[in-house]
């Protein structure tokens, strides 16, 4: 899909966590297509957050959104390290970004 030009979102903890553990597949999608990473967090004023493995939120009706990101292009990614320490370093990104008490 990527090289065919759509954008592509990819849960970087996977689909089954743990929860903010980030794992190699957005990487390797972006490394074989030369993309970019972008790292999104939303902040939800009101939400409902649901009893799973990483506490999927529901914003509720008239809530604000603050959103924060991150962008990683190819050479910063993949210039000087290999496929582990660019998942360390997008990890860590996003555990700096991220504003839910962790």
Do not use: C
């Not at 074989?32 to 990473?37: H, I, L, M, Q």
């Not at 860590?92 to 970004?97: F, P």
Request: charged share 25%; glycine share 8%; net charge positive.
């Amino acid at each position: 899909m990527v090289k065919e030009g759509h954008d592509v979102g990819i849960t970087p903890d996977g689909s089954r966590g743990p929860k903010y553990q980030a794992k190699a597949g957005a990487l390797l999608v972006a490394r074989a297509t030369r993309s970019p990473v972008v790292l999104l967090d939303f902040t939800f004023s009101k939400a409902i957050r649901l009893k799973s493995w990483d506490s999927f939120a529901i914003p509720l009706p008239l809530s604000t959104i603050q959103v924060r990101t991150e962008i990683f292009h190819h050479e910063k990614l993949f210039g000087n390290q290999g496929l582990k320490e660019a998942t360390m370093m997008v990890e860590n990104s996003l555990l700096k970004l991220t504003d839910d008490g962790v």
